[in-house]
């Protein structure tokens, strides 16, 4: 009878935990989750904030420079409640610096730029804008920066990356702000599903399922800034920055890399043949 009754309040147990498992929500990893924002809206709610926003500077002379180029990349979230700049009519939130002295030129600085949104198809980047001051603070160089997609096996190693390269020994300040060009542009996104399958960081479980695409350009976000490093540099390196041009096929691509046995052996049977009828028609005309 004790065994029976064991048996039974076992049965019973698995039924109750089977219920309570069915009526929980069933766990879905966010890639395969239907967006749950907007893409439209949000870009648009963020762009009315930037301009309803009262801008602190209007000239290069304005800004605080009193922070130094942080040593290795840093993290700056850019949005409601930081600083705004009004440069050449267009509103941007901005970060600005001091260059190091004394350092070896020319030297290159990494920018980062994280998806903005959980969803690939619901996401954008704010594509920074660098421009380089004297100590008058004169622009002596402005460059709107390639964003360029990388996919890496951890967070520090994903996002959409640049860089900016110092080689003049007058510039003493940076600012990085969104001109109005690269606001209103986008970066190319490829998707792999194949080659992200096997990683598990929070940046590659946001991603969607397949394909390419192209993340529009946004007035806030987060971006990593500072001086580039061994695992920026390899990352911007392997960036994919545009659409690969379609080829000829793998075997066409190792038949013009690599020397291949048989094409020299026929060339070197045709050849032996060619000087063997030579040979022949000679003794022949003799």
Same mark, same amino acid.
């Given at each position: 009878?004790?065994?029976?009754?064991?048996?039974?309040?076992?049965?019973?147990?698995?039924?109750?935990?089977?219920?309570?498992?069915?009526?929980?929500?069933?766990?879905?990893?966010?890639?395969?989750?239907?967006?749950?924002?907007?893409?439209?809206?949000?870009?648009?709610?963020?762009?009315?904030?930037?301009?309803?926003?009262?801008?602190?500077?209007?000239?290069?002379?304005?800004?605080?420079?009193?922070?130094?180029?942080?040593?290795?990349p840093q993290k700056f979230a850019l949005g409601s409640g930081s600083m705004v700049a009004n440069l050449n009519g267009t509103h941007s939130?901005?970060?600005?610096?001091?260059?190091?002295?004394?350092?070896?030129?020319?030297?290159?600085?990494?920018?980062?730029?994280?998806?903005?949104?959980?969803?690939?198809?619901?996401?954008?980047?704010?594509?920074?804008?660098?421009?380089?001051?004297?100590?008058?603070?004169?622009?002596?160089?402005?460059?709107?920066?390639?964003?360029?997609?990388h996919m890496g096996w951890s967070d520090e190693t994903t996002g959409a990356f640049g860089s900016a390269k110092i080689d003049s020994d007058?510039?003493?300040?940076?600012? %990085?702000? !969104?001109?109005?060009?690269?606001?209103?542009?986008?970066?190319?996104?490829?998707? &792999?599903? @194949? $080659?992200? *399958?096997?990683?598990?960081?929070?940046?590659?479980?946001?991603?969607?399922?397949?394909?390419?695409?192209?993340?529009?350009?946004?007035?806030?976000?987060?971006?990593?800034?500072?001086?580039?490093?061994?695992?920026?540099?390899?990352?911007?390196?392997?960036?994919?920055?545009?659409?690969?041009?379609?080829?000829?096929?793998?075997?066409?691509?190792?038949?013009?890399?690599?020397?291949?046995?048989? %094409?020299? !052996?026929?060339?070197?049977?045709?050849?032996?043949?060619?000087?063997?009828?030579? &040979?022949? @028609? $000679?003794? *022949?005309?003799?």
């Amino acid at each position: 009878m004790s065994h029976r009754f064991i048996a039974i309040a076992a049965a019973l147990t698995f039924t109750v935990l089977l219920a309570g498992c069915h009526s929980a929500k069933v766990l879905i990893p966010p890639n395969l989750r239907a967006p749950t924002e907007d893409s439209a809206d949000a870009l648009k709610t963020a762009k009315q904030q930037l301009q309803q926003a009262s801008p602190c500077c209007s000239s290069y002379a304005d800004f605080s420079y009193s922070g130094m180029l942080p040593w290795q990349p840093q993290k700056f979230a850019l949005g409601s409640g930081s600083m705004v700049a009004n440069l050449n009519g267009t509103h941007s939130y901005f970060v600005a610096f001091r260059l190091p002295t004394g350092v070896k030129l020319p030297y290159r600085v990494a920018l980062k730029s994280e998806l903005n949104g959980r969803w690939l198809h619901a996401s954008y980047l704010f594509a920074p804008t660098v421009v380089l001051l004297d100590d008058g603070f004169q622009p002596i160089h402005t460059d709107d920066i390639e964003l360029c997609e990388h996919m890496g096996w951890s967070d520090e190693t994903t996002g959409a990356f640049g860089s900016a390269k110092i080689d003049s020994d007058k510039a003493r300040y940076m600012l %990085v702000y !969104s001109s109005a060009a690269q606001q209103s542009g986008k970066t190319y996104w490829e998707q &792999s599903p @194949a $080659s992200a *399958s096997n990683t598990t960081t929070a940046a590659t479980l946001q991603m969607n399922s397949a394909g390419s695409f192209s993340i529009p350009h946004g007035p806030d976000g987060t971006l990593w800034v500072g001086m580039m490093n061994k695992t920026y540099a390899k990352a911007i390196d392997n960036a994919i920055c545009k659409k690969a041009p379609k080829g000829d096929g793998l075997l066409n691509d190792l038949r013009t890399a690599l020397p291949l046995p048989w %094409v020299k !052996s026929n060339s070197t049977t045709s050849d032996t043949s060619s000087k063997d009828s030579d &040979s022949h @028609a $000679s003794g *022949s005309s003799q």
